[in-house]
């Protein structure tokens, strides 16, 4: 089965600098990387996502760029704020498999200093 | 975005006794599953809700422990049986969208065990 690692698990960086998180997963047959955002007490949701024909997605501040041959994907966030604050995880679904096989990584508790 | 509403959000029982969660959603999905998240942990999926049959456990949930009914597409109710200190998670039904591909999470339900 698939198996996604994340790194790092924590990360304070100061309010306007850059953070980058990154994942890795095993099974080249993956095809589709959401991300979620989870603020403390709340539900996880979905910031950004990419598949598996596209290298590089970008939302605003927020993109994700995937590299199929490496088999990692990374969340960048720039000119981070304070409600950036929050746990991310990283996710991986073979294709065709449906989303009970959604693989989440361990989270990165991201910290944005005032 | 699908709207999943959940309830209760949280609850205090006592050991030995049994709670249902409920999962509302605001439209027709595919697929909807239940996740339980310890405290700082990531995500584990505990089953795949399927409508009108038995659900599907991953390994380590058993039907005894946690039964699940999805008796449409938009409601699935989730059971914690005979509950223990070890029960005390959070909760979280999710929903799959087939034509946007994307999975959607509730609020959860913050359960404590005495």
């Known amino acids: 089965g698939e198996n996604v690692e994340q790194h790092p698990s924590t990360l304070s960086v100061q309010e306007g600098d850059s953070a980058v998180i990154k994942c890795t997963y095993s099974d080249s047959a993956s095809n589709y990387f959401p991300w979620y955002k989870q603020e403390l007490g709340k539900r996880p949701q979905l910031i950004i996502d990419i598949r598996s024909n596209v290298g590089e997605k970008k939302d605003q501040r927020i993109a994700v760029t995937l590299n199929k041959t490496a088999k990692h994907f990374s969340l960048h966030i720039t000119e981070t704020q304070p409600e950036d604050s929050a746990v991310y995880f990283c996710a991986a679904i073979p294709s065709g498999t449906g989303a009970n096989n959604l693989f989440f990584g361990t989270g990165t508790r991201l910290t944005v200093i005032p | 975005s699908a709207v999943i509403s959940q309830k209760p959000s949280r609850d205090i029982c006592q050991r030995g006794t049994s709670l249902t969660i409920q999962c509302q959603v605001d439209?027709?999905?595919?697929?909807m599953f239940w996740y339980r998240q310890q405290p700082g942990q990531s995500l584990t999926l505990i089953a795949t809700a399927n409508q009108g049959s038995e659900a599907t456990y991953e390994s380590g949930f058993v039907i005894d422990k946690f039964p699940i009914s999805r008796p449409n597409l938009t409601f699935s109710t989730l059971t914690v049986s005979n509950m223990s200190p070890e029960d005390s998670s959070i909760y979280l039904c999710?929903?799959?969208?087939?034509?946007?591909?994307?999975?959607?999470f509730g609020e959860g339900s913050r359960l404590t065990v005495l």
């Open positions: 999710s929903a799959w969208r087939a034509d946007t591909g994307e999975l959607f």
């Open positions: 439209s027709q999905v595919t697929m």
